[in-house]
């Protein structure tokens, strides 16, 4: 089965605290936190994600899935870090080199964090292979990061197939997610390649009830 991490960047201010609880109420497994810093992509949520983390650690326990999508990776690490999350993931296009991205899954590690990379879709996989057996998750973007409420862009669910049939290879013990377009009628063609986390944000919000949702994900 997979799990359904849901994405809270399309939820307003003023609604976060509801969607909070209603979320927590339809058995999400966790919160995905999509932090981007203007740079890295173009929207700037930095401010806003951290806000809503904290009011997630007051009202509920569901664990934190923090995305990075910035170039400043550490500073970032470090502002999360605070908040227990259960995992920490950054993309391996904001790091110059091969020692930066070993320090920096070292450094999340070294905090007693889960620590992930993501993947662009146009990002060769054979880039991350390296740092698998170090790593918890690899998160491959099913659609370029920054925006919410996109399309699965097809030719992601092949480098899904790749990645899981390499990990399967290697008999690495390893989490996939997917992250961007996808709904229920997309989720069993990206479990079927090889994901068990699954990253969903306007297919749940949008829908009329978050649980029977979540539940047919699921």
Known sequence: MVEVSTSLLSVKKEEIITAIYDLETAHTDYFHIDVMDGEFVENNTASLMLEYSEYIKQISNIPLDIHLMVNDVKSYVTSYLGLNPNIITFHLEACKNKNEVMELIKYIKDNNCRVGIAVKPNTNLKEVYDYLPYIHMCLVMTVEPGKGGQKLIPSTIEKIKELND?????????????????????????????????????????????????KKLK
């Open 166 to 214: 390499y990990v399967i290879e290697n008999d690495l013990e390893i989490d996939i997610e997917a992250d961007g377009g996808i709904n229920v009628d997309n989720i069993k063609e990206a479990s079927d390649a090889g994901i068990n986390v699954a990253v969903v944000g306007s297919g749940i919000l949008n829908s009329d009830n978050y649980g029977e949702y979540i």
